[in-house]
């Protein structure tokens, strides 16, 4: 291997928003530890319809990137439903060799609830959410398993999985655990640990340094106890 690629939403940034400068990231902590060239594709405030695309983008435009490449890829909200702008409007909307920027309505907030409301009457926002999640996670996890991409998924938010439903189980059922850090494990999930360990930042929602290095550390442990990287 001689890249990380990653990407997820603002937990896969550095946080520098005044009064705050973190500058590590869980992407960069990873890539330091093994020794590889970090990219990264993270974007604060978007959902996994953006995380699925751009990175099925990047290795579609740098096929020889699924040689030599680990994706270590954080979930986010499902609740946050991206969709394409009509032109880039900022430095952050760039991401390498892609011309399509990105913005999410976000249904947990005011905005995203009058928009359910006004066109989905009938909607169960469960499991609208638990759809939209396994649908981005299915999609990428067949993408990487079909171009022997080397992967590991994490939710850096927590969400839906089951409701109950039998579907749900056999949802579940398919995606590969060991590719997945800590499944259904909603104290590791990456949000919930810095909060239950008072590694968040004062007023801001989002890891401290402390928060990003001693969640490095742990997906570390992971990759290496399953010999993911070699």
């Known amino acids: 291997m001689q890249y990380l690629f990653t990407n997820g939403c603002s937990y896969s940034k550095p946080r520098t928003v005044p009064p705050h400068n973190v500058?590590?990231?869980v992407g960069g902590e990873v890539a330091k530890h093994f020794n590889l060239k970090h990219i990264n594709f993270a974007q604060g405030g978007r959902g996994n319809d953006r995380m699925f695309l751009t990175t099925a983008l990047y290795f579609i435009q740098?096929?020889?990137?699924?040689?030599?490449?680990f994706a270590l890829i954080q979930l986010s909200s499902a609740g946050r439903i991206d969709y394409p702008t009509k032109k880039l409007q900022g430095p952050e909307d760039a991401m390498q060799g892609q011309d399509t920027?990105?913005?999410?309505?976000?249904?947990?907030k005011d905005n995203g609830q009058r928009f359910l409301q006004q066109n989905f009457s009938k909607l169960d926002q469960i499991q609208f959410l638990i759809q939209r999640y396994y649908s981005s996670l299915i999609n990428l996890q067949n993408f990487f398993q079909l171009h022997k991409i080397n992967y590991l998924?994490?939710?850096g938010l927590e969400n839906y999985t089951t409701t109950g439903k039998k579907d749900h189980d056999n949802l579940d059922s398919y995606i590969d655990k060991k590719r997945f850090f800590a499944w259904n494990d909603a104290k590791l999930v990456h949000y919930n640990f810095c909060v239950d360990n008072k590694l968040e930042l004062e007023n801001d929602g989002h890891a401290s340094k402390q928060g990003v290095i001693q969640y490095s550390n742990l997906l570390?442990?992971?990759i290496d106890t399953h010999s993911l990287i070699l």
């Open 23 to 25: 500058t590590v990231t």
């Open 101 to 108: 920027a990105y913005r999410a309505i976000n249904i947990f």
């Open 62 to 69: 740098n096929p020889d990137r699924m040689k030599d490449t």
């Open 220 to 222: 570390i442990d992971y």
């Open 153 to 155: 998924f994490y939710n």
